[in-house]
């Protein structure tokens, strides 16, 4: 039986992060045993089916200290007398100086609860994101004496200053990441003999089958059948959906075509109110956070997806969006940018259209090339679904992440894995289907994760 793990999030569930939650089943499902210990409460009034099918026990740490003062006070005299709380302070004291920040005293005591309530058991600690979770899971480590690993993503790892980086390259016993850009960003940082590799974020493909008939030939001359054009993601400046209404402005006016929207986020309102100074209201459709098997529907449904990535002013960039995969793996024709991991997935015009960042002429010649030729559609979409199908399977991925953690269970820095070798791990059934809800079954708005106590 292989010891419980502690799986530190930023927050749980989250309709964004699907990703982790597939993680976690899938190594749920190949015997791991998990303990969700989330920073932050959810916020999403819906979920997606696998956080339904995860059994893994979720706990909370207090979101600000001042809500829950006891709570860390209690923690910290619990714990006064361990080495460990020390070795923390000090590490805390060294960091306070180059991060002055609330945040800087949050996480600390985060990690004095996360410290005092992990139960025995609990010998090891995992932190999903390199920023704030690795910030909490590295102080409680060093209070428990107990080793942690980590994953590593995109606004993390760019965002994050490079002291910081280092120190808990050196402090985990190993970090993955889903890009190779991410990878070489983390392995200038990291000290010799310590791992970083590199596992992309497999799909369950079974999930995503049948695939849809072929979607036509609607060419934007039938303004009774527009061209669907569909982008998935959160409304938040990496995500470069204004230069997307831009370069949809740009199009010929007797071009017919039809724009939805799936996702949340703080930029929703000034991107209506973009498309209301356009003129193009009448032909967007925003349709807000949805859980994965409405965003199944519209991928099967559209002709055209749309991903306009860039770098945002505080240098935070997508990885590797799990959204383009996804749509790809209908088949999907993708319009997007070279921007983070994005041409480790799409090669232009061999299976999808990469154009520079914002710039929306660029942007609106590649749409409209692809509205106009339905074939051109075909090709580089059934050349994106096989792409998904040999290099993205949810149980390579998996795979070679059970490797990394029984590697660390045997206490050992090194899994001999190279680098890459999660893209070729192979290990067959590694999700247990009928876990899973019917794609087509409606989600709860209740989370009976969060509802635990």
């Known amino acids: ?43 999403d009034t819906k979920l997606h089916p696998v956080h339904r099918a995860i059994v893994a026990p979720v706990s909370y740490l207090p979101e600000y200290l001042h809500q829950e003062p006891l709570r860390v006070l209690k923690a910290w005299w619990s714990l006064r007398q361990r080495p460990g709380l020390a070795e923390a302070w000090r590490q805390f004291r060294a960091d306070l100086p180059r991060d002055i920040s609330r945040n800087r005293f949050r996480r600390i005591g985060q990690a004095m609860v996360l410290a005092a309530d992990l139960p025995p058991d609990v010998t090891r600690l995992h932190a999903h994101f390199i920023h704030t979770p690795a910030s909490v899971v590295d102080y409680a480590s060093l209070i428990l004496g107990r ?58 493909l079974d999930r995503f089958r049948p695939l849809a008939p072929f979607r036509g030939q609607r060419d934007g001359l039938d303004q009774a059948q527009p061209v669907r054009l569909l982008s998935v993601g959160r409304a938040v400046e990496k995500k470069g959906f204004d230069t997307l209404l831009d370069a949809l ?35 967007l459709s925003f349709l807000g956070a ?37 749509a790809q793996s209908q088949s999907l024709v993708c319009i ?42 075909r090709r580089l979409g059934d050349a994106g679904g096989r ?43 590694m999700i247990d289907e009928t876990r899973l809800p019917p794609m087509n079954e409606t989600a709860s708005t209740v989370s009976r994760a969060a509802s635990r106590p």
């Open 249 to 283: 402005a740009l199009l010929p006016r007797d071009c017919a075509w039809a724009w939805t929207h799936i996702g949340g986020g703080p930029l929703l309102p000034a991107l209506k109110q973009q498309a209301e100074r356009l003129g193009m209201s009448a032909r």
């Open 290 to 326: 949805q859980d994965q098997t409405v965003v199944l529907e519209r991928y099967r449904a559209s002709d055209l997806f749309i991903l306009p990535c860039r770098v945002a002013q505080d240098g935070d960039r997508d990885g590797l969006p799990n959204v383009l995969v996804e």
């Open 1 to 43: 039986m292989r010891e419980p793990i502690a799986f530190v999030l930023k927050g749980y569930p989250r309709l964004s992060e699907t990703f982790i939650a597939e993680e976690i089943l899938g190594l749920e499902q190949a015997g791991f045993d998990l303990r969700i210990v989330a920073l932050r409460r959810p916020t």
């Open 387 to 429: 792409r998904v199908a040999a290099d993205f399977d949810a149980r390579t991925s998996l795979s070679a992440l059970a490797a990394l953690f029984d590697g660390s269970a045997a206490d050992t820095d090194a899994t001999g894995l190279a680098p890459e070798a999660g893209m070729r791990t192979w290990s067959d059934g």
């Open 147 to 204: 080793p942690w690993t980590c994953s590593a993503h995109a606004k993390d790892i760019w965002t994050s200053p490079d002291w910081e980086l280092a120190g808990k390259l050196r402090r985990a016993i190993w970090t993955v990441t889903c890009t190779r850009a991410g990878l070489n960003r983390l392995q200038c940082l990291s000290p010799v003999g310590k791992a970083v590799h590199l596992v992309y974020h497999g799909l369950k």
């Open 336 to 377: 997007s940018t070279d921007v983070g991991g994005v041409a480790e997935l799409i090669e232009h015009d061999r299976n999808g259209l990469l154009v520079p960042p914002d710039q929306p002429e660029a942007l609106a010649d590649a749409i409209h090339r692809l509205i106009r030729d339905p074939s051109i559609r």
